[in-house]
């Protein structure tokens, strides 16, 4: 491997710097305002040289691909597969209309799996789940399921409403609590052969 230069050097510094803090590598854009990178191409140019020089890997038609040469090993893709609402549940036509094509793949620590079959991500839309650290905008990771415990983070297909929301779960006696993680927010009760489970949370990637 060639000296990088000074420029490259410290870009490269930020990728490994943000992805010891945050778990995954930074976006293009996030490159561009942290560096203060006058243009996309200028990015994408000194990329290339670190991808050329052996130092970093990446899928240019993978969000977040960016991954540490020595470390991109231990990386896994995960589809997200779009939108649920943390607050008023959003209406979609069936059950499973997220779930058809991906609207993009991000590349995660494999850790964040732990091992784990039939994981995805949602993009979060709303403020209820905000006392638990999920803000809008943030993308939840999600494992396929129909079964949670009490207390669990899970996206909850409401049958009559014919919507999708994220809520913390509590089965009480005759009816299902979903819980907001929102001290503003009030909790919504429904009947159990109404609500059914889609999937739980086991992480979170928040936006900058």
Known sequence: MAQLSPKR?????????????????PS??????????S????????LKVLER???????????????LAETAGNAIRVPVLG???AGQPIPVTQSDAWREEPLETLELPADMASGRDNVYALRVKGLSMIDAL?????IVVMQATTTVDNGDMAAVWLKKEQEVTLKKIYRER????????NSLMQPLYCR???VEIQGKVVGVIRKL
């Open 192 to 194: 159990p052969d109404n």
């Open 39 to 46: 243009s996309i191409s200028l990015v994408q140019r000194d």
């Open 53 to 67: 020089e052996g130092c970093i890997r990446r899928d240019p038609r993978v969000g977040r691909s960016i991954a």
């Open 28 to 37: 293009i854009r996030e490159i561009l305002q942290a560096r203060h990178i």
């Open 134 to 138: 999920i803000d809008d905008g943030d």
């Open 83 to 85: 939108t649920i609402a």
């Open 174 to 181: 005759g009816r299902i609590r979903l819980q907001p993680a």
């Open 9 to 25: 050097q410290q870009l490269l510094n930020f990728i490994r710097e943000f992805k010891q803090n945050r778990g995954y590598g």
